[in-house]
């Protein structure tokens, strides 16, 4: 068993996007991802199921072709090979913790 206590390891950097590897393991990945206001993961591809899921601030978020504003305490799923991306543009810093899964 492991506690993952996300308070104590979200981290900005004014100059990138914080990423941190909370487990890689081959059925399941978790990263957390800071991003200070006005940082952009761009959409990208990966064929891998996806949840998103919004820790702290507000974003708008990117699945497809569709934008989603989004807060804390919401989770978005995304199917592989679907684009995805999320940007701390609200004014807000953004933490976002990613959980993926390969596909059978």
Do not use: W
Request: charged residues 25%; hydrophobic residues 40%; glycine residues 6%.
């Amino acid at each position: 068993m492991e506690t993952l206590e996300l308070k104590n390891l979200i981290k900005f950097n004014p100059d990138k996007i914080s990423r941190e590897m909370l487990s890689d393991k081959p059925e399941m990945r978790i990263a957390l991802m800071c991003l200070s206001v006005g940082q952009k993961l761009e959409p990208h591809k990966a064929p891998l199921r996806l949840m998103m899921y919004c820790v702290q601030g507000k974003g708008t978020f990117t699945v497809g072709d569709d934008k989603i504003e989004a807060g804390e305490k919401t989770c978005i799923l995304c199917e592989p090979n679907v684009p995805h991306g999320f940007a701390a543009d609200k004014g807000e810093n953004l933490v976002v913790m990613a959980v993926v899964t390969p596909v059978e």
